[in-house]
């Protein structure tokens, strides 16, 4: 192998390794994108035990509110269920951790509140972009632009927000299971 193409392929490799986690869904990252060549590996990384604490949240899903969610399914036919801001966390279990110290593991069956691609949130350490921008617009492809941010980074069904001590909204703490 020639000599420069050794430093190349050793320049790539450097910038490969140094790709920062969970930043490639990311709309302002401009780095390159390392994907598990594990066929069995989870397409969303595991964070179970790591506790998403004091975030806004709201109900939805209600009679007044009942619409069709992206898993395909009623809200009003299910009685307990969730929404995070990314596609994927669909179909997978949280646990929510009520303002009244109640737990319950729910399916998550709808993308929202606010924003669809918040993968930064969901499956890093950022805050929600819709806590970040509550009152704004958030200025972020993904999110709604048409009305401000209400600061809400999980929704939860009307059954389960009872059961957790929300009414209409509230904080509560959550993790993947």
């Known amino acids: 192998m020639r000599p420069a ?7 790539a490799l ?24 594990d066929p069995g590996a989870s397409s969303a ?15 939805f899903g209600c009679s007044s509110d009942a619409q069709t969610m992206a898993s395909g399914i009623y809200s009003t036919a299910r009685t307990y269920y969730a929404a995070l ?8 279990n949280i646990q929510v951790r009520g303002p009244n ?5 729910l399916p998550v069956l709808d993308v929202g509140p606010f924003c669809v691609r918040d993968e930064s949130y969901v499956f890093g350490s950022a805050r929600p972009l ?43 703490d959550w993790r993947f299971v």
Do not use: M
Request: aromatic fraction near 6%; proline fraction near 5%; hydrophobic fraction near 40%.
């Open 5 to 11: 193409l050794v430093v190349l392929f050793f320049a």
């Open 14 to 37: 450097a910038v490969l390794l140094s790709a920062a986690p969970g930043t490639c869904d990311d709309p302002t990252f401009k780095g390159i994108c390392v994907v598990a060549s």
């Open 45 to 59: 990384p595991s964070l179970e035990g790591d506790w998403k604490q004091h975030v806004v949240t709201t109900e």
């Open 85 to 92: 801001p990314t596609r994927r966390a669909l179909n997978r």
């Open 101 to 105: 110290g109640k737990v319950l593991t």
């Open 130 to 172: 819709a806590e970040i921008y509550r009152g704004q617009i958030v200025p972020v492809a993904g999110c709604n632009r048409k009305y401000r941010a209400t600061g809400a980074g999980l929704d939860v069904s009307c059954q389960a927000a009872r059961e957790l001590g929300i009414s209409g909204k509230g904080y509560a």
